[in-house]
């Protein structure tokens, strides 16, 4: 989830992007709404619907964890549509961001 946050927000609980995702997490309204987000900007509400929906995706992809984030990140339609990770640079480098964070945290633990 650390991975997640630093990947998508840098932490910034106020974070808005370009597509209008909010938060820590970068929750989408009808995400957040889906999880029971009232206020994305409450960085626990956040982390528990990004966590929500993460969670949903890894189940829906038995677990893999690329599948998972390539959702996160482009959306389980176009997981299914591409049939894998689709070929968008952006969601290639997502992934790739987020597991690294993901090992510099592994390392890193006391």
Do not use: C, W
């Not at 946050?5 to 597509?19: L, P, Q, Y």
């Not at 009232?38 to 929500?52: A, C, E, H, L, R």
């Not at 480098?93 to 006391?110: Q, T």
């Amino acid at each position: 989830i650390k991975s997640v946050i630093m990947t998508e927000s840098a932490a910034n609980h106020k974070a808005v992007s370009s597509a209008k995702a909010k938060g820590l997490m970068q929750l989408i309204d009808s995400t957040a709404s889906d999880m029971g987000v009232k206020n994305v900007f409450d960085p626990k509400q956040n982390i528990y619907g990004g966590t929500k929906y993460l969670a949903k995706m890894l189940r829906q992809y038995n677990g893999d964890l690329n599948l998972a984030l390539a959702a996160y990140n482009a959306g389980p339609q176009n997981v299914e549509k591409f049939n894998g990770v689709p070929p968008f640079d952006e969601t290639k480098n997502y992934i790739a961001k987020v597991l690294g964070y993901l090992n510099h945290f592994r390392e890193n633990e006391s």
